[in-house]
């Protein structure tokens, strides 16, 4: 059988060999070079299915075939590897200073990341989409230009996004109600591939748990360190986005009752106490990076006030970590974004605050740890999501 939003349904062929031609992709993702002979043995499937589900996969140039080996028991097996080398899935981010364009192949490798700067903050829904359409042309026509066919498309966005992709509210875009991939669609004249929207932070999990190097822990937590600060979170290997795709506004938990009041209207938020915003005396989005970058200089320099201050800010992050690792149990926290020039200093007193309010002797074992993958991590995020769908048995036809 196979389930769906309206309930349990009678599973057919298609359905059946979708779900298997899935199955033997993954398994040839994690164990290439691998045999049919191996496929077989480890999922269960008859020589013969293998046989005729590999095929489909070589025709659709999703796996190649790449010689014998002879260190083996027994006669020489052909091996398999990943192809994909026609298809490029791609990743977008919106932000409040600039647009993330990634590309990647099906084994992940990068095909471009382009960073482009933009005035998210004082810029109309209408003004966003079209930005974000005009990168993505150029992203597409690159990609075709290379003779890649394009699966999908993956914009991240901070704010909340409804289980259909509408952004709900985006504070610090200042959007409400936007259908942005639908009048994305409509933008690029219905491209033929399919496009998703997604929180920032969720797709920056995402990202840290295919590509980062601790990819494939199955209990992640990725904080967002931009202008906002969010959560993404993967349990069990599966991301949870909770009943209305809302969760993981960690931002908004109260960290101090007497707090600085925080733009969203209540007092104290951990954004408001250990936000980015706390560090950089500008209001201006796209001077928030050079100001980061001062802070580092002062710190280096050994200033004490800046010193004082990015203690004060990582004891409040602290404060939010624990309150997501009591309650999740992470085997890491990720620190993302502008967070991560800053890890140097703010890691310590976090790690420490955090420890402190654990329930979990010695923190559960917990790391917390900053991001290598840049500020591209949402958009990277963004290709994961159109590989995951792939993986998940949405094939590109042969």
């Known amino acids: 059988m196979i389930t769906s939003s309206t309930g349990p349904r009678p599973a057919d062929f298609g359905d059946v060999r979708a779900t298997n031609l899935a199955v033997v992709l993954r398994f040839v993702r994690d164990n290439a070079p691998c045999s049919r002979a191996d496929i077989a043995a480890s999922t269960g499937l008859n020589k013969a299915t293998v046989s005729s589900l590999v095929a489909d996969l070589i025709d659709r140039r999703l796996v190649r075939e790449t010689g014998l080996t002879e260190n083996r028991v027994g006669r020489p097996a052909t091996m398999l590897v990943l192809d994909g080398s026609p298809y490029a899935s791609i990743g977008l981010e919106v932000n409040v200073d600039y647009l993330t364009a990634v590309a990647v192949d099906l084994s992940g490798e990068r095909l471009l990341s382009w960073r482009r700067a933009f005035p998210g903050a004082t810029a109309t829904p209408a003004q966003a989409v079209a930005a974000v359409a005009a990168l993505t042309r150029r992203v597409v026509n690159r990609m075709t230009k290379d003779q890649r066919q394009v699966l999908g498309v993956a914009v991240a966005v901070p704010g909340l996004i409804g289980t259909d992709g509408t952004v709900r509210v985006a504070p610090n875009l200042g959007w409400h109600e936007v259908d942005l991939a639908g009048d994305?669609?409509?933008?690029?004249?219905?491209?033929?591939?399919?496009?998703?929207?997604?929180?920032?932070?969720?797709?920056?999990?995402?990202?840290?748990?295919?590509?980062?190097?601790?990819?494939?822990?199955?209990?992640?937590?990725?904080?967002?360190?931009?202008?906002?600060?969010?959560?993404?979170?993967?349990?069990?290997?599966?991301?949870?986005?909770?009943?209305?795709?809302?969760?993981?506004?960690?931002?908004?938990?109260?960290?101090?009752?007497?707090?600085?009041?925080?733009?969203?209207?209540?007092?104290?938020?951990?954004?408001?106490?250990?936000?980015?915003?706390?560090?950089?005396?500008?209001?201006?989005?796209?001077?928030?990076?050079?100001?980061?970058?001062?802070?580092?200089?002062?710190?280096?320099?050994?200033?004490?006030?800046?010193?004082?201050?990015?203690?004060?800010?990582?004891?409040?992050?602290?404060?939010?970590?624990?309150?997501?690792?009591?309650?999740?149990?992470?085997?890491?926290?990720?620190?993302?974004?502008?967070?991560?020039?800053?890890?140097?200093?703010?890691?310590?007193?976090?790690?420490?605050?955090?420890?402190?309010?654990?329930?979990?002797?010695?923190?559960?074992?917990?790391?917390?740890?900053?991001?290598?993958?840049?500020?591209?991590?949402?958009?990277?995020?963004?290709?994961?999501?159109?590989?995951?769908?792939?993986?998940?048995?949405?094939?590109?036809?042969?």
Not at 267 to 290: M, N, Q, R, W, Y
């Open 184 to 398: 994305l669609a409509k933008a690029l004249r219905d491209p033929g591939f399919p496009i998703q929207v997604e929180n920032d932070a969720n797709l920056a999990v995402l990202a840290e748990h295919r590509f980062g190097p601790l990819g494939g822990t199955p209990n992640l937590v990725y904080l967002t360190g931009e202008v906002g600060v969010g959560a993404g979170v993967i349990l069990d290997g599966r991301l949870r986005r909770g009943g209305q795709g809302f969760s993981g506004e960690i931002g908004h938990i109260q960290i101090d009752p007497q707090g600085p009041r925080c733009r969203c209207g209540r007092t104290g938020c951990l954004e408001a106490v250990a936000g980015i915003g706390v560090l950089v005396s500008t209001t201006d989005p796209a001077e928030v990076e050079s100001e980061i970058d001062e802070v580092v200089r002062r710190a280096k320099a050994g200033d004490a006030a800046t010193l004082d201050q990015l203690a004060t800010v990582g004891r409040d992050l602290g404060r939010g970590i624990a309150i997501a690792a009591n309650l999740l149990d992470p085997d890491a926290v990720i620190l993302g974004g502008y967070y991560v020039p800053l890890a140097p200093w703010l890691l310590p007193a976090a790690a420490d605050q955090a420890r402190a309010l654990s329930i979990a002797a010695d923190f559960g074992g917990c790391e917390i740890v900053a991001s290598t993958l840049g500020y591209g991590a949402a958009a990277l995020g963004g290709a994961a999501r159109v590989l995951d769908s792939v993986d998940s048995g949405r094939l590109p036809s042969p």
